[in-house]
């Protein structure tokens, strides 16, 4: 079955909704903000817990994200994992997106999406100038020049267009 056609009644993906040429894995995101309800994505070790997590889903009737680990896909290969987990998700009667979290290897992420996994994560907290892994200084400091760059030119254009208060600013 076609991927952009593995759905349930009870949790249809119009194709109004495909982002990114039909990506199954936003559509799945985009669905469960929509609707303001959650989308399990489970961390799978091999086929067993692959068809365990999609039996799961199936059961509820919710679509799932399967996400193995970095080192899972290179102890079993792109191609293969693929493989197997398309098998899985073919016969499978909810949406299952498969994803690669955390990446740090640009290759290994290349491999991944030239082979047709619907998402990768790139995971570049392992760089310098990064706060707890969480928080690039470099960018965050170029956010800031921008924010007192472009807030007041977006104002003045607003006040100059619609109209309205005046911007006033201080420092």
Known sequence: MPQGERETAAFRLPESEAVMNGNLFVRVLRRAR??????ASINILNYNTARAVIHAAERAGRPVILQPSVGTVRRYG??????MIDGLRSA???PVA???DHC?????????ADAGWDAVMMDYSALPLHLYGQVCLPF??????LCFAFIPVFDWLRWAVIG????????
């Open 92 to 94: 499978a009667s909810v």
């Open 164 to 171: 309205g208060e005046k911007p006033k600013y201080y420092i």
């Open 104 to 112: 740090r290897d640009e290759e290994l992420a290349r491999a991944c």
């Open 34 to 39: 929509e609707s303001s309800t959650a989308c």
């Open 78 to 83: 792109v191609s293969e994992m693929f493989r």
């Open 98 to 100: 498969l994803h690669l």
């Open 140 to 145: 965050s400091l170029a956010w800031w020049v």
